[in-house]
């Protein structure tokens, strides 16, 4: 491993235990469990990590978590730091820095992060065709994308003055009437609207990548977890996670081509021994 994926591989160990401790239900997804089954741990060249929590757990989790994790490691969420784009959360390690070039002007926790999703009903018929799910969870984050350019406010570039300051001109409403914090209220809410439970398939809405058919899952899939080494920790996947990777990546032991042997996180700057508070200045 290299230092980034230790740094990482230490959260998702914290992460873990605390749900071992609470009795919280979670499991790998995405890359992250595309690794632990193919390379018993991280892909090679990939950069983050993934978990996905049933809704249930997931909100139990967020509001442990928000009172536990407020020290050097820190639960991030639009609730506990208010300039933080998504309505899924991650956990930080505020001593490290790690700055995603999209949100580098965003007046946010920088540090080292894994990405917890939270994974809700899409459909309770097991008969709907895949496109409608897939059309119905873009139109759930319609409120999301109309409220994603506030998280750009930032204090003007000297380089892009004029740029900047009629962006900040047009997001004012947004500030003054808190449609940010509102817009993704409303998308949660929309998130939630059919519980597990109930549904037969389920989906991250949080990634986008529904074209391709990645992240929308038969809910039976979610019934049962096993134990499986990722590195030198055990976690829990899928038991049918055969199923769950080719749904998601078709031949997912076939290697793909060295161009695409490459991370997808592009940072303007990480420093694993400084926070990202001295970083920045």
């Given at each position: 491993?290299?230092?980034?994926?230790?740094?990482?591989?230490?959260?998702?160990?914290?992460?873990?235990?605390?749900?071992?401790?609470?009795?919280?239900?979670?499991?790998?997804?995405?890359?992250?469990?595309?690794?632990?089954?193919?390379?018993?741990?991280?892909i090679p060249w990939d950069d983050d990590i993934d978990v996905g929590m049933p809704r249930p757990d997931y909100d139990m989790f967020?509001?442990?978590?928000?009172?536990?994790?407020?020290?050097?490691?820190?639960?991030?969420?639009?609730?506990?730091?208010?300039?933080?784009?998504?309505?899924?959360?991650?956990?930080?390690?505020?001593?490290?820095?790690?700055?995603?070039?999209?949100?580098?002007?965003?007046?946010?926790?920088?540090?080292?992060?894994?990405?917890?999703?939270?994974?809700?009903?899409?459909?309770?018929?097991?008969?709907?065709?895949?496109?409608?799910?897939?059309?119905?969870?873009?139109?759930?984050?319609?409120?999301?994308?109309?409220?994603?350019?506030?998280?750009?406010?930032?204090?003007?570039?000297?380089?892009?003055?004029?740029?900047?300051?009629?962006?900040?001109?047009?997001?004012?409403?947004?500030?003054?009437?808190?449609?940010?914090?509102?817009?993704?209220?409303?998308?949660?809410?929309?998130?939630?609207?059919?519980?597990?439970?109930?549904?037969?398939?389920?989906?991250?809405?949080?990634?986008?990548?529904?074209?391709?058919?990645?992240?929308?899952?038969?809910?039976?899939?979610?019934?049962?977890?096993?134990?499986?080494?990722?590195?030198?920790?055990?976690?829990?996947?899928?038991?049918?996670?055969?199923?769950?990777?080719?749904?998601?990546?078709?031949?997912?032991?076939?290697?793909?081509?060295?161009?695409?042997?490459?991370?997808?996180?592009?940072?303007?700057?990480?420093?694993?021994?400084?926070?990202?508070?001295?970083?920045?200045?």
């Open positions: 491993m290299n230092e980034l994926q230790q740094k990482e591989l230490d959260l998702l160990k914290e992460f873990t235990e605390f749900c071992k401790l609470h009795n919280l239900t979670y499991f790998l997804i995405g890359g992250t469990l595309l690794g632990a089954i193919r390379h018993s741990g991280f967020c509001e442990l978590a928000e009172k536990h994790f407020i020290g050097d490691t820190f639960f991030q969420s639009y609730r506990s730091d208010k300039h933080y784009p998504y309505v899924f959360s991650k956990l930080r390690n505020s001593n490290t820095t790690f700055i995603e070039k999209i949100y580098k002007h965003v007046p946010m926790n920088h540090g080292v992060y894994i990405d917890i999703f939270p994974i809700d009903g899409i459909s309770k018929n097991a008969n709907e065709k895949k496109k409608k799910m897939d059309r119905r969870v873009m139109i759930k984050a319609i409120p999301f994308f109309i409220s994603w350019p506030v998280n750009l406010m930032r204090k003007p570039r000297l380089k892009f003055f004029l740029t900047d300051i009629l962006i900040d001109i047009l997001l004012c409403p947004f500030l003054l009437f808190n449609i940010n914090n509102w817009s993704k209220r409303l998308y949660e809410k929309s998130m939630k609207k059919i519980k597990i439970s109930e549904s037969t398939y389920v989906a991250n809405m949080q990634c986008g990548d529904y074209r391709n058919k990645k992240n929308i899952y038969p809910t039976y899939l979610l019934d049962e977890y096993v134990d499986w080494q990722f590195e030198d920790l055990i976690c829990k996947v899928p038991k049918n996670y055969d199923e769950f990777l080719t749904l998601s990546y078709g031949d997912y032991m076939k290697l793909p081509p060295l161009s695409e042997q490459v991370g997808h996180h592009y940072n303007s700057g990480y420093d694993m021994h400084k926070s990202y508070r001295d970083y920045k200045k």
